[in-house]
């Protein structure tokens, strides 16, 4: 036992002499060897991996390859050669000290911002057609000896090494370089481009769909038929993904560039936000042809959720171009540029003009100028303006017929005022200007002027009829005033204007004096009125005190009216001085004969007992006592 035990570690000893001289089959200093990071430790054969490590082994001696496959590393246990299986911490292995060498190395660590790319040394050759190795079930490459029974490929590898982890892997057996994980920046999306897979056909721009876990699994990918090329489906915002960049080719904001041959920029790969009091309409620049025979804006499509998923737009039949469904203000949508191109259409009410003054060249109304019509050789020109608004379903009509500036393959969001501006200039522009000269030419300049409030009239039902044929809404017509450069046509708008005044002056003193005359009207019928209800009350007065009651009344309130002192002292002969006799017979026979003549007879018209009713009680009265003074009495003072 002891010649044994001396023999193994004089065999150790050498083998170690041999592994720190660098072997090569040329003059040439050969590359040198990992440096040996320690060993297990020899105790008879028990090997203990530190943590952090990976224990290699190799077999000194052991049968060959029966298949000769693997020329490097083999996954026989009892095969020569490295072996496919790693030691790993937190066990004790034993491994007969001639029969097996184990070489220390480093774990591999992938960082949280990376992703781990394998490529095999060893394995079966991949078919033609293929530039990755298919994936196999091996524990992340971590389970060396399945990966090569169950015919993992050489070369690089569909499956990737997820960031934020440390891997016991056979570094004979594998490589592994780290590249960025992709991330996606928030309110942006991202575009793929597939360099495996099947050829697409000529007539489709985009690979067919294929769910992969948003490109991360590809070998689901290339398993379920997905074609090199442009991919329909997009990466969102916000997210960082696993994908592997030997498989697909990601465009972000971050990769872009600014000298791309398609002409993408930064701006395509922004979300697409409908501002408020804005609508969206889609150009979809994929799809089935439509017919002649059929509207050239494509139907309503469902299941696609607002062209979030173009897939399913493509296979339920979806049409290329303007399509019916819009995209809602105030909404933010992640589309493929590819696919999509969104034109902004304005919802808010709009106030169109002509006019002189100076506008933007985006605005919607700037190819519009003032009205000028030729009456009589007497050139006239007058500014309008119109106020409308564009509802939702009326603004892909308006895109499909005038369209847009934008004639590149990409799409993505489009804030181009054209479809509107030609709308504005060739629809409304072109009726207001024929609508002026045709009544130019049939009028003369006195009624050209005299028509205002009648053309204002005419002019706005025909801006509204025309815009209700393009579903447009009008809400106001606005018409100014003539303005002429001729001073002789002037004088003879003047002229106009102050008979027109002139007639409106007559006409409100014809008004007012109507008007008058009700209220005067109304005025007697009022004292008609009071007249018969007071004769009404004397005669019922009549009736019940009796006439000699209700004269003595009458010349009392009469005396109470006249001027007498309000106390008279001394006797008889005072009272006489200031109310002779004669004076007082007079009034009580006047108060007696008006009093009978108060009362209506039985069965007389209204009329007269309301004559006699004014005639008792008011001038009667007074002449009465005129006669009563003109005899010579005189008053009470």
Known sequence: MVVLFLGLFALERLQRRADSVPKSRSDAPAPSRPPRTGGPGISFGVHVVPAGKVGIVTRRFGRGDPERR??????????????????????????????????????????????????????????????LGRRVECDCFQDGETFLREGGEQGRQIAVLPGDSAYYINTELFEVELAPRTYVEPGTVALVIAKDGKVRPP?????????????????????GGGEQGRQLAILTGGSYYNINPDLFEVISTATVGKAREDGLTVDHLKEIAIRIGETGVVVTLDGA????????????????????????????????????????????????????????????????????????????????????????????????????EIPEPAAPALVSRFGGAHTSRLGGLVDDPLPVQRFVERVLGGLVETYFNAIASASTVEEFLSMYASTRTDVSSQVRNALAAWGIE????????????????????????????????????EENSVIRERIRDRERRGERADLELETVVLERKIEVLGRDTIAMEIFLRQLKE????????????????????????????????HAGKGKLAKGAEPAKGIGAGIESLGVADEWDVGDAEGDGGSGVS
């Open 70 to 131: 693997f020329k490097n590393v083999t996954p026989h246990r009892d095969g020569r050669g490295v072996q496919a299986r790693v030691l790993v911490p937190g066990r004790a292995y034993w491994l007969p000290p001639l029969l097996y060498r184990v070489r220390l190395v480093p774990r591999t660590y992938v960082p949280a911002d990376k992703v781990g790319l394998v490529t095999a040394r060893e394995g079966a050759r991949r078919p033609a057609g293929r530039t």
């Open 203 to 223: 007539d489709r721009p985009f690979g067919r769909h294929v769910e992969c876990d948003n490109f991360q699994d590809g070998e689901a990918f290339l398993r």
């Open 289 to 388: 042809e439509a017919r002649k025979d059929e509207r050239p804006i494509g139907p309503v499509i469902p299941g696609h959720s607002s062209f979030r998923l173009p897939w399913e737009f493509l296979a339920r039949g979806g049409q290329r171009g303007v399509q019916e469904e819009t995209l809602g203000e105030g909404s933010v949508y992640a589309l493929n540029p590819w696919f999509v191109r969104v034109v902004l259409i304005p919802t808010r009410t709009l106030v169109i003009e002509w006019t002189k003054k100076e506008r933007s060249s985006s605005n919607y109304d700037a190819a519009l100028k003032p009205i000028m019509v030729n009456v009589q050789g007497h050139r006239l020109q007058v500014d309008i303006s119109q106020t409308l």
């Open 474 to 509: 009008a809400r106001g017509t606005t018409l100014g005033e003539f303005e002429s450069s001729d001073p002789e046509l002037d004088k003879a708008r003047r002229r106009l204007a102050d008979k027109q005044m002139e007639t409106r002056e007559l006409e409100a003193e």
């Open 562 to 593: 006249m001027g007498v002192p309000e106390f008279v002292s001394g006797n008889a002969d005072e009272v006489l001085r200031h109310l002779p006799l004669q004076r007082a017979l007079a009034l009580v026979e006047s108060a007696q004969r």
